[in-house]
T-cell receptor
């Protein structure tokens, strides 16, 4: 079983829509959680960290549910520029290293 | 504070040649990670290093690939006797020590093997 599982998508949504991604993880000892975005042919960039209490950054809201071992990302009022692949990342386990999901592709259409 | 730097950005090699990819972490970051990404695929972990130590190389192919992070200078990912299947984007990331710290990526090196 993979450490991190994501729906690959693509999610095709119109501008202004609200879209949510979920990600599940298998290692309950995972310590830290993050969402990254990756644009085509570019490096991944940190979008936000994810805290147990939930956190918000503008149009983006991240939630962590340790009991069910999943994290989520909600994007409100989608913009064309939100089109990218969103990577779920956790840190922990042996050596406290990073584990990446394979990404969820989002296409925001005009 | 400059970000993670990688060079070269693009590298073309013929089959059988050697490829050397360099990564300079952000200032104050002592942990370096290398990833490989094939077109239309996800990131694949290769190796995790700290200064002068390989912490986890479980993602490295057993042959032809090696990595180092010396006390002075950049981290190097070395691929000997390259084959066409080595063509990919190779990303380096760095992080400071600490359980909650995240990692930051360099722009990547795109290797093309002819």
């Amino acid at each position: 079983r993979k450490e991190v599982e994501q729906d690959p998508g693509p999610f095709n949504v119109p501008e202004g829509a609200t879209v949510a991604f979920n990600c599940t993880y298998s290692n309950s000892a995972s310590q830290s959680f993050f969402w990254y975005r990756q644009d085509c042919r570019k490096e991944p960039k940190l979008l936000m960290s994810v805290y147990s209490s939930g956190n918000e950054d503008g149009r983006f809201t991240a939630q962590l549910n340790r009991a069910s071992q999943y994290i989520s990302l909600l994007i409100r009022d989608s913009k064309l520029s939100d089109s990218a692949t969103y990577l779920c990342v956790l840190k922990g386990g042996n050596f406290n290293k990073f584990y990446f999901g394979s990404g969820t592709k989002l296409n925001v259409k005009p | 504070n400059a970000g993670v730097m990688q060079n070269p950005r693009h590298l073309v090699r013929r089959r059988g040649q050697e490829a050397r990819l360099r990564c300079s972490p952000m200032k104050g970051h002592s942990h370096v990670y290398w990833y490989r990404q094939l077109p239309e695929e996800g990131l694949k972990f290769m190796v995790y290093l700290q200064k002068e130590n390989i912490i986890d190389e479980s993602g490295m192919p057993k042959e032809r690939f090696s990595a180092e992070f010396p006390k002075e200078g950049p981290s190097i990912l070395r691929i000997q006797q390259v084959v066409r299947g080595d063509s990919a984007a190779y990303f380096c990331a760095s992080s400071p020590p600490g359980l909650g710290e995240t990692q930051y990526f360099g722009p990547g090196t795109r290797l093309l093997v002819l």
